[in-house]
């Protein structure tokens, strides 16, 4: 049986199973959640693949980091009441700075084509085969219906299938390669789905760093009698 669902499709696949009723009056087996993005997210081929890409363009890395900095303190310049906010009147009286600022984004996104074409590329070989891997569970499990933890209010954490997923996956794709072939062109969904992976990505680096920065605040603070 092939799966006809997208990846990006579960809300819509939501909404016809229900029709109106509640879902448990129509579906008689399983019901599950997961995202294919977590599942690609944590897939240890996607993981191996990016720190291999870190590796071959640590220097770009490097340049895309130094760039970012850069473009931060010129656009903090511009802020000369230094109220955190950035007022229109405020960039139209350094217009030289705003200028600066945008031959760096545009540096920026130069030195990230390559990084992201191989973050891509890794990333759709996973999706080639993530029907294959959902419909393997979907058998194991017998589920009826799967989806994303967005369409749906509420559910305890044994719906979740994301950990069955990942297990699936790194047995069928082992591993995945980071050098597309020449004239290679990402599908949509797959520059779509890179974004995703690098938005959960920057929202865990987030989360740590607020995590270590609170540790290290309470540490820093007297401890009582």
């Known amino acids: 049986?092939?799966?006809?669902?997208?990846?990006?499709?579960?809300?819509?696949?939501?909404?016809?199973?229900?029709?109106?009723?509640?879902?448990?009056?129509?579906?008689?087996?399983?019901?599950?959640?997961?995202?294919?993005?977590?599942?690609?997210?944590?897939?240890?081929?996607?993981?191996?693949?990016?720190?291999?890409?870190?590796?071959?363009?640590?220097?770009?890395?490097?340049q895309i980091r130094t760039l970012r900095q850069e473009a931060a303190t010129l656009q903090q310049s511009l802020d000369t009441n230094s109220d955190g906010q950035l007022t229109q009147a405020e960039a139209q009286a350094n217009p030289s700075v705003v200028q600066q600022i945008q031959q760096k984004e545009e540096q920026i996104q130069q030195a990230s084509q390559p990084i992201v074409l191989a973050q891509t590329y890794a990333i759709e070989q996973l999706i080639n085969d993530y029907s294959n891997v959902q419909q393997q569970v979907v058998q194991q499990k017998n589920i009826q219906l799967l989806l994303t933890p967005e369409a749906v209010q509420w559910a305890p954490d044994t719906l979740n299938v994301t950990a069955d997923l990942v297990n699936v996956m790194n047995q069928r794709v082992s591993s995945v390669q980071i050098t597309p072939p020449a004239n290679w062109r990402p599908r949509q969904e797959s520059l779509q789905t890179q974004q995703a992976v690098s938005q959960i990505l920057l929202g865990v680096a987030q989360q740590q760093a607020a995590q270590q920065a609170a540790q290290q605040q309470q540490q820093a603070q007297p401890s009582g009698r």
């Open 1 to 62: 049986m092939k799966t006809t669902t997208k990846l990006f499709a579960a809300a819509a696949l939501a909404g016809a199973a229900v029709s109106g009723t509640p879902v448990a009056a129509q579906v008689t087996g399983a019901i599950a959640t997961s995202s294919p993005e977590a599942v690609i997210v944590r897939s240890q081929a996607r993981i191996n693949a990016y720190q291999q890409i870190e590796q071959q363009y640590a220097s770009q890395i490097q």
